[in-house]
């Protein structure tokens, strides 16, 4: 249905005023809250009363999902001073009640009331008082994301005030054209920073027809293959669901990531900073234009004045992601964990098999949306459909050299979505036991092992959900039913959800994922024809050469698509060219470099000759193979998201955010459209005579400094 409507007729709304989608589509209407604040009237009276409910690490009931949660985006530990006279009837805990909720958004000050608009607002927006006031700056807006996802959102004039993208900076960009003194523009703008900044907050209003409050997901997880207990969104706070214009049964949910301390944070502050947010910010974007399923980044917004603590002190920011659903397989196993496991973490939950039961009817039908007549079983089906997603979703970090950094499950998504960027990286020299996390000291997580782990996750949904399964088996392959979990018989029917499921879950993980890589492999090599030869004899032949003499992985591709079975007669420019693909520049040296390369190249001119006919389109003159190169670039980036470039843009962007904050949209202009001839690729011209920004372009898509080959970061952020 999507682009059926044409986008100049679609009418837009400020953050506040969305359309919310109706209670069946809403997460917090048919998942089981935190009893804490078990309703938006319980939570708002806790906002005022005991706000420090949402902000103590703590372990929640076992039948709740999430709980509802404030944004609060404030350095931990709280630095609440006494008061001077506090006299002997002095109540430390009420004083902190009330130090808290000072700074809570509760006041309905809203700047959008004067500027008349034509739409009755869906939600409040609530404000703290002068307790809480940080300035905020937008850093970054990705219009690939509110083209895709969120077409109807009115930003006001948020673009102009960013500028131009330009990798020279502010200084250096032309003159930004004139912006026009617009209160109602303005005013939306500055709404959605405050929104998306976290400074306001959006709930329903007492006589609202839907309730509405924000909210934290719990879950658990293995980490690094060790059990954690309860984890959940301890600085993810989601804010809003809006269902897509052109297709209401699509929802879309706004996530603010390090808005402030939740019950999930443990230890922890609740914020995350510049470097960790330009980095999701950027590569959720740039892994959509890959072709690989991924949460979305919608904005960043910088907080300067806000400390945060890690290696060293760094200043708080805010990404707003958006996804159909953030949960996860660590959802499912929170309900249901491993019975009698010792592990180091804050505490665990017992099984709630009520709560599963639940959990999994919502995301069977609303989530992953299985077809199913009523009454029918769905565990089964459900467990198969996160296989497909999953193993798909894999297989695309694989065929473009994508590390993920920590496959934790709770960093597995049940939509088969790239989810929680960290310390990611894509790969430069071919290394499959790359490892891009110097936390993981073990290498569990590397390049080469990515399927196996996701795989891992997987069964650990197998193992959450197999007593249902089991129960869903034993009544004819019927849906359970409430109080289904009262019958006892749990041991017996895990190992019967398991036995039923498990190998089947593992021959489907495995084929999905093949054909999925050979697919992405072939489009790379610009191939139309499925051939079960060819991971054999083309693509895993590649790959060993890649990294037996040490080439960038990316820079090769890339070259592939010039080549043409007539270069087999001038064969040693175009190899001499793949061969000063290496860590320094120079030719390889490695012996009979030359000769592997020739052989392969053979086969490679054999199987493009083999698709000849496939590829003209049955016109007169025309060169089937400038059409097949021109497909091939299509599928192979220009642009890399490197490690050195990220590194980089944070570099300018946390000395000067007016000015970086310029470089980081050209950047995220080149990441969304990676396979575009940047920096002139095939001009021949020097560096010295192209246009400066020409010439940034060509340096951000070399392979960079040496010394950031390889480079890992950690899970701090």
Request: hydrophobic letters at 35%; charged letters at 25%.
């Amino acid at each position: 249905m999507r682009g059926i409507i044409h986008m100049s007729s679609l009418t837009k709304y400020p953050i506040s005023a969305l359309p919310l989608p109706p209670p069946s589509k809403l997460l917090i209407h048919n998942l089981t809250p935190d009893p804490a604040t078990p309703s938006v009237s319980t939570f708002k009276y806790a906002l005022r009363n005991n706000p420090s409910i949402q902000r103590r690490g703590r372990i929640i009931s076992p039948e709740s999902h999430f709980s509802h949660v404030s944004p609060f985006p404030l350095p931990f530990p709280y630095e609440i001073e006494p008061p001077e006279n506090p006299g002997e009837a002095f109540d430390k805990e009420e004083y902190v009640e009330q130090w808290l909720a000072a700074r809570e958004a509760l006041n309905s000050n809203e700047p959008m009331e004067e500027t008349g608009s034509d739409t009755n607002e869906t939600l409040q927006k609530l404000y703290p008082g002068s307790d809480r006031s940080n300035p905020m700056e937008l850093l970054g807006l990705s219009n690939t994301c509110l083209r895709d996802c969120l077409p109807h959102l009115d930003v006001g004039d948020a673009f102009e005030i960013l500028g131009d993208p330009s990798l020279l900076g502010q200084a250096d960009t032309q003159e930004r054209r004139h912006i026009e003194d617009d209160g109602k523009v303005a005013a939306t703008r500055q709404e959605l920073i405050d929104v998306l900044g976290g400074h306001a907050m959006l709930i329903s209003g007492d006589d609202s027809e839907v309730s509405f409050a924000p909210w934290s997901l719990r879950y658990s997880g293995h980490q690094f293959g060790v059990w954690a207990g309860q984890l959940g969104d301890g600085r993810a706070i989601s804010i809003h669901v809006t269902p897509h214009p052109f297709d209401p049964e699509t929802t879309y949910e706004f996530q603010l990531k390090g808005a402030g301390r939740t019950p999930f944070s443990r230890r922890a502050d609740g914020l995350a900073v510049v470097r960790s947010s330009i980095r999701e910010y950027l590569c959720a974007e740039a892994m959509n234009a890959l072709g690989i399923p991924t949460t979305r980044s919608l904005s960043i917004v910088y907080l300067p004045s806000i400390p945060v603590i890690r290696e060293r002190r760094e200043s708080a920011c805010i990404v707003t992601r958006v996804a159909p659903s953030f949960l996860r397989i660590g959802s499912f196993e929170a309900l249901n964990p491993p019975e009698e496991l010792f592990f180091l973490g804050g505490g665990q939950q017992p099984a709630d098999l009520e709560a599963l039961r639940v959990l999994g009817e919502w995301v069977a039908d609303q989530v992953l949306r299985i077809e199913r007549s009523e009454g029918s079983a769905w565990g089964r089906e459900l467990i198969l459909e996160c296989t497909r997603r999953n193993a798909r979703m894999v297989a695309g970090w694989q065929a473009y050299g994508f590390m993920h950094g920590v496959i934790n499950t709770d960093n597995v998504s049940v939509l088969g979505l790239t989810i929680d960027y960290g310390p990611y990286a894509f790969m430069d020299i071919f290394d499959p036991m790359h490892v891009c996390n110097h936390t993981d000291e073990e290498g569990r997580y590397a390049y080469k092992f990515q399927p196996e782990m996701v795989l891992f996750a997987l069964r650990a949904l197998l193992n959450a959900l197999a007593p249902l399964v089991g129960a869903e088996a034993e009544l004819g392959n019927k849906a359970v039913s409430a109080g289904w979990a009262k019958q006892g018989k749990k041991d017996e029917l895990i190992d019967k959800g398991i036995a039923l499921v498990e190998e089947e879950l593992k021959d489907l993980f495995r084929r999905e994922y093949e054909a999925e890589f050979n697919a992405k492999m072939r489009q790379r090599l610009g191939l139309r024809r499925a051939d079960d030869k060819d991971d054999a004899i083309l693509v895993q032949p590649l790959l060993a050469m890649l990294a037996d003499q040490k080439l960038d992985f990316h820079l090769t591709f890339r070259h592939l698509t010039r080549f043409r079975p007539a270069t087999l007669s001038s064969l040693d420019p175009f190899i001499n060219t793949l061969l000063r693909f290496t860590s320094t520049g120079e030719v390889s040296q490695q012996d009979g470099a030359s000769e592997q390369w020739k052989s392969w190249l053979e086969k490679y001119a054999a199987r493009i000759e083999s698709e000849k006919e496939e590829w003209w389109d049955g016109t007169e003159g025309a060169d089937w193979q400038v059409r097949r190169e021109k497909e091939a670039r299509l599928a192979n980036p220009r642009f890399v998201l490197r490690q050195w470039v990220l590194e980089e843009v944070i570099a300018k962007v946390e000395a000067d955010a007016q000015n970086g904050r310029h470089i980081l949209a050209k950047v995220m202009q080149m990441a969304c459209n990676p396979y575009e001839p940047w920096g002139g690729e095939g001009d021949t011209r020097i560096d010295e005579e192209i246009d400066a920004e020409t010439k940034e372009e060509r340096r951000m898509c070399g392979i960079g400094d040496q010394k950031m080959l390889g480079f890992q970061c950690s899970c701090s952020s």
